[in-house]
């Protein structure tokens, strides 16, 4: 199924709360799932890009449980959620 498909369906299909909120349920999980993934192959070193406002990319520094340190090119470091990360490789 093509994301355009799910897209449509949601938006004529789908009249409940209930069945959006188990959707919301559903993606979210995901989310952890890939970022769980990405967790085990973040090193030290890695170069990474950070989706949100400031469109940040910089060298991972820590790898914790649930965030990563990530310093940037000016040498801030920021705590940033593994759910807002992504490989540039």
Not at 8 to 27: A, C, F, G, Q, W
Not at 36 to 63: A, C, F, S
Not at 81 to 88: A, E, F, K, N
Request: positive net charge; glycine residues 6%; hydrophobic residues 35%.
């Amino acid at each position: 199924m093509e994301i355009n498909d799910i897209v449509s369906h949601i938006m004529t299909k789908m009249t409940d709360t209930d069945e959006l909120n188990h959707l919301e349920r559903v993606i979210k999980m995901k989310r952890e799932d890939i970022a769980r993934d990405l967790k085990y192959t973040l090193q030290p070193g890695d170069v990474v890009k950070v989706d949100g406002n400031k469109g940040l990319e910089g060298v991972i520094h820590k790898v914790n449980r649930t965030k990563a340190v990530i310093s940037d090119i000016n040498g801030q470091k920021w705590n940033v959620p593994l759910t807002m990360i992504r490989s540039s490789k």
